[in-house]
């Protein structure tokens, strides 16, 4: 086997342009409709295939490696196990996505995970049953995959490609890490939403369900969304902490983040509805 090192592997960013909370399951997952969309920003992984079957990663972030628990690793191991591939892989992520912001890093470096893989490997699975593996490691998994904005019901895997407008966004990271399982286990989180045809949520005014619960219990993120709604329609993605605003051009937006305040912190990104990473994976 080969020792060259495949690098530039993208994991996008995401933002959940909309976020509805329809009901709770009885295993106590939570019902959602959402809309996914991807941004220009990336974590980055580069892949050396291995004779051995052992699995190894290195990253900027030692709290990353540290994590024995760490979904990269979940991802390649999965892929090992589904089918029977006897090499191994080491692994460097270049991590450049905040921790814990609702902009789906982990997820997505899962994702890149499985697809380069299964190229490099020759494995040879289909999407669709990559995006199953997937599902099992974690719910926002399979957009990454699949690698096109979507539309996305259930617990976020029935998937609907879709393709909003691919506006300009100014993205603020709070200095808070909210936690998505203490956000969907708390009483007052809305759970009522009711569930609407995809044409009508595609033409109403987007909201994010989780936003108000997330605003009253962290400061933080109250307060760069204030700032932010001073310049343009923003709203939270996912479970938080991260808000982003919507501009129509490139220059408005880098104007309005030439004005954030010196203690807070965030950045410009295009909206993409096809993943850079499908791009990568056409590329040798």
Same mark, same amino acid.
């Given at each position: ?12 960013? $995401? ?47 030692? +709290? ?10 979940? +991802? ?11 090499? !191994? ?5 270049? $991590?450049?996505?905040?921790? !814990? ?45 699949? !690698? ?68 009253? $219990? ?13 310049? +343009?329609?923003?709203?939270?993605? !996912? ?18 983040? +030439? ?26």
């Amino acid at each position: 086997m080969s020792a060259i090192i495949s690098r530039n592997w993208p994991a996008p960013a $995401k933002l959940n342009l909309f976020l509805h909370v329809n009901g709770r399951r009885n295993d106590g997952y939570h019902e959602l409709q959402t809309l996914f969309q991807f941004i220009d920003c990336c974590d980055m992984l580069d892949f050396c295939v291995t004779d051995t079957d052992e699995l190894v990663l290195h990253s900027n972030m030692s +709290a990353v490696v540290a994590d024995n628990d760490n979904l990269i690793l979940r +991802a390649a191991k999965s892929l090992q196990q589904a089918t029977g591939f006897k090499g !191994g892989a080491e692994i460097w992520l270049d $991590k450049r996505l905040p921790m !814990g912001g609702g902009l789906g890093g982990g997820s997505s470096d899962a994702a890149t995970t499985l697809v380069a893989l299964n190229k490099l490997w020759n494995t040879q699975l289909s999407t669709e049953k990559l995006a199953e593996i997937g599902l099992k490691l974690g719910a926002d998994i399979p957009v990454f995959i699949h !690698g096109f904005a979507a539309f996305a019901e259930g617990v976020g895997e029935r998937l609907h490609a879709v393709n909003p407008n691919e506006l300009w966004y100014v993205i603020i990271t709070p200095d808070a890490h909210v936690s998505t399982a203490d956000v969907f286990k708390d009483p007052l989180l809305p759970r009522d939403t009711p569930k609407l045809a995809i044409d009508t949520l595609m033409s109403q005014p987007w909201v994010n369900d989780c936003q108000k619960l997330v605003v009253s $219990k962290y400061p933080q993120v109250a307060k760069a969304l204030g700032w932010l709604l001073e310049y +343009a329609p923003s709203r939270m993605t !996912g479970t938080g902490a991260c808000v982003f605003g919507e501009f129509t051009q490139q220059q408005q937006a880098l104007a309005a983040l +030439a004005k954030l305040p010196s203690d807070m912190q965030g950045f410009v990104a295009k909206g993409m509805n096809r993943s850079p990473l499908m791009v990568r994976l056409s590329h040798p």
